[in-house]
Nanobody, 123 residues
Framework: QVQLVESGGGLVQSGGSLKLSCAAS????????MGWFRQGPGKEREFVAA????????YYADSVKGRFTISRDNAKNTVYLQMNILKPEDTAVYYC????????????????WGQGTQVTVSS
């Protein structure tokens, strides 16, 4: 198992950018796929992006494809989410999670979660 801590959230204007980080503890980090999810006000938690254990494969939700980029640095035990051209509908708490496969898109398929970081996009 891994412990995860997200950072980098904040308030940004529409069209702006933010880069989220998720720092992991534990030597098993590099063996897990990693995902980013988000939960907006009154909404269910939804898949945003995922990356394989070695960074070779990535998956994105259609709503963020072309705007967000997931990456990881196993030497630093960190996964990132670069978010560009942000929109008000991207406002949510963003969570990182560890899982067994980067192709999994449902929260219950991930076994460890961070506490989340708030992203607010103003119009």
């Amino acid at each position: 198992q891994v412990q995860l801590v997200e950072s980098g959230g904040g308030l940004v204007q529409s069209g702006g950018s933010l880069k989220l980080s998720c720092a992991a503890s534990g030597r098993t980090f590099r063996t897990f796929a990693m995902g980013w999810f988000r939960q907006g006000p009154g909404k269910e938690r939804e898949f945003v992006a995922a990356i394989s254990w070695n960074g070779g494969n990535t998956y994105y939700a259609d709503s963020v494809k072309g705007r967000f980029t997931i990456s990881r640095d196993n030497a630093k035990n960190t996964v990132y989410l670069q978010m560009n051209i942000l929109k008000p509908e991207d406002t949510a708490v963003y969570y990182c999670a560890a899982g067994f496969s980067e192709s999994q898109r449902y929260p219950n398929q991930y076994h460890d979660w961070g506490q989340g970081t708030q992203v607010t996009v103003s119009s």
